[in-house]
């Protein structure tokens, strides 16, 4: 049982790329989330998704697109990289809507230039 | 939409000694409220929450306590040890899935 497993690690990216963060996770959650954490901002709901299938916006969606095919998998997509997307990512998932814990990936530093 | 704001940014304590960390929110439709501790480099991880049907709950060195009336909840740490020194979060919602975060606490605990 992996958990949330999330790749890659560390990537850099030049302004104007593409790229998909990926996320999964093998506790067959129907909930998954995916924040940024920024120094001083704390973390800040970017996309969510209730099931596969069902995707919705969070604070800061712009720049961000996410789907979900699977239950298993939520990626999230950067279209066009700018360096204030410089962040590290974290995909989560919860069991229950309203009485689940939040299960955390290990994290995605993602630096653009 | 929720809004929540966490007090102090930074908190320094002697070790053995207690540590507070203050939380205020703006929806009064959130019922659920976590507290995360993230240490250096790592994933944040829940260690205690609480529910607006109950006041206070306490696991062991770690309580939190809720005000619904005046929209804020406070996680205290008694006996801090180096161990304690991280960034805590708290956050509310009525989803767990849509948690929104504090801006977070780096607490240090001197030894």
């Known amino acids: 049982n992996a958990g949330v497993t999330q790749t890659p690690k560390f990537q850099v990216l030049k302004t104007g790329q593409s790229m998909t963060l990926q996320c999964a996770q093998d506790?067959?959650?129907?909930?998954m989330s995916w924040y940024r954490q920024d120094p001083g901002m704390g973390l800040r709901l970017i996309h969510y998704?209730?099931?596969?299938?069902?995707?919705d916006q969070g604070e800061v969606p712009n720049g961000y697109n996410v789907s979900r095919s699977t239950t298993e998998d939520f990626p999230l997509r950067l279209l066009s990289a700018a360096p204030s997307q410089t962040s590290v990512y974290f995909c989560?998932?919860?069991?229950?809507?309203?009485?689940?814990?939040?299960?955390f990936g290990e994290g995605s530093r993602l630096t653009v230039l | 939409g929720e809004n929540v704001e966490q007090h102090p940014s930074t908190l320094s304590v002697q070790e053995g000694d207690s540590a507070v960390i203050k939380c205020t929110y703006s929806?009064?439709?959130?019922?659920?409220f976590p507290w995360y501790k993230q240490e250096l480099g790592k994933r944040p991880q829940l260690i205690i929450d609480?529910?607006?049907?109950?006041g206070e709950k306490k696991d062991q060195r770690i309580a939190v306590t809720l005000n619904k009336t005046a929209k804020h909840f406070s996680l205290h740490i008694t006996e801090t040890q180096p161990e304690d020194s991280a960034v805590y979060f708290c956050?509310?919602?009525?989803?767990?899935?849509?948690?929104?975060f504090g801006t977070g606490t780096l607490l240090a605990v001197q030894p």
């Open positions: 609480i529910r607006s049907n109950v």
């Open positions: 929806d009064s439709a959130s019922n659920y």
């Open positions: 506790m067959n959650h129907e909930y």
């Open positions: 989560a998932s919860s069991s229950d809507r309203s009485n689940g814990e939040l299960f």
């Open positions: 956050a509310a919602s009525r989803w767990t899935n849509k948690l929104i």
């Open positions: 998704s209730v099931g596969a299938g069902i995707t």
